[in-house]
């Protein structure tokens, strides 16, 4: 599914960019683009950003 339609990034690709390291909207941003476009996903990625970083805590 995609999350970014200005930049055709996929929930699958946004998932890889955090398991790589990304923790910012805009880190996601300059490995793909998502966000910075239109800017409608901002809040798409905000949401999978904390997701991705609750998982890490409770993992921790
Ligand atoms: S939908 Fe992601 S920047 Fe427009």
Same mark, same amino acid.
């Given at each position: 599914?995609?999350?970014?339609? %200005?930049? *055709?990034?996929?929930?699958?690709?946004?998932?890889?960019?955090?398991?790589?390291?990304?923790?910012?909207?805009? $880190?996601? &941003?300059?490995? %793909?683009? *998502?966000?910075?476009?239109?800017?409608?996903?901002?809040?798409?990625?905000?949401?999978?950003?904390?997701?991705? $970083?609750? &998982?890490?805590?409770?993992? *921790?």
């Amino acid at each position: 599914m995609f999350v970014c339609i %200005c930049k *055709a990034v996929t929930e699958e690709e946004v998932q890889e960019h955090l398991g790589d390291g990304a923790d910012t909207t805009d $880190a996601i &941003g300059a490995r %793909c683009g *998502a966000g910075w476009g239109c800017g409608t996903c901002v809040e798409r990625l905000n949401e999978l950003l904390c997701a991705h $970083a609750v &998982g890490r805590h409770a993992a *921790a």
